[in-house]
C-alpha cells in the first residue's frame, strides 16, 4: 500500500487517479469513515477525503468534540429548548 501524502489541494490529483473511497467532509464522521475505509481488517482501501474548509474537524472542532444528539435524556441538560422536531427543522 502506497504512503498516504496529506494534505494536497485538489487540483493536485490527476486525471485517472482511482480511489477506492471518497468521503466529502472531514469532520468527526468524516474522518471516522475515511479511517476505517483506510484500515478495513488490513485491506486498507485507497481513500481521498475532501473537506472545502481550510482545517479539518468540521462542526466536531468547534463543539470541543462533542456531538448533537438531540431527543436523548442528555440534550434537556445542554439546551431545554432542544427537541426533535427543532432538529427537523434544522435538517
Request: net charge negative.
Amino acid at each position: 500500500m502506497p504512503k498516504p501524502t496529506m494534505p494536497k489541494p485538489l487540483d493536485s490529483l490527476r486525471d485517472g487517479d482511482e480511489f477506492d473511497v471518497i468521503v466529502l467532509g472531514a469532520g468527526g464522521a468524516g474522518m471516522s469513515a475515511a479511517l476505517f475505509a483506510a484500515i478495513d481488517g488490513g485491506q486498507g482501501a485507497r481513500v481521498l477525503l475532501v473537506e472545502s474548509t481550510a482545517q479539518v474537524g468540521g462542526t466536531t472542532a468547534w463543539s470541543a468534540a462533542t456531538t448533537w444528539i438531540p431527543g436523548t435524556h442528555l440534550a434537556p441538560q445542554v439546551n431545554p429548548d432542544d427537541t426533535l422536531e427543532r432538529a427537523a427543522t434544522f435538517l
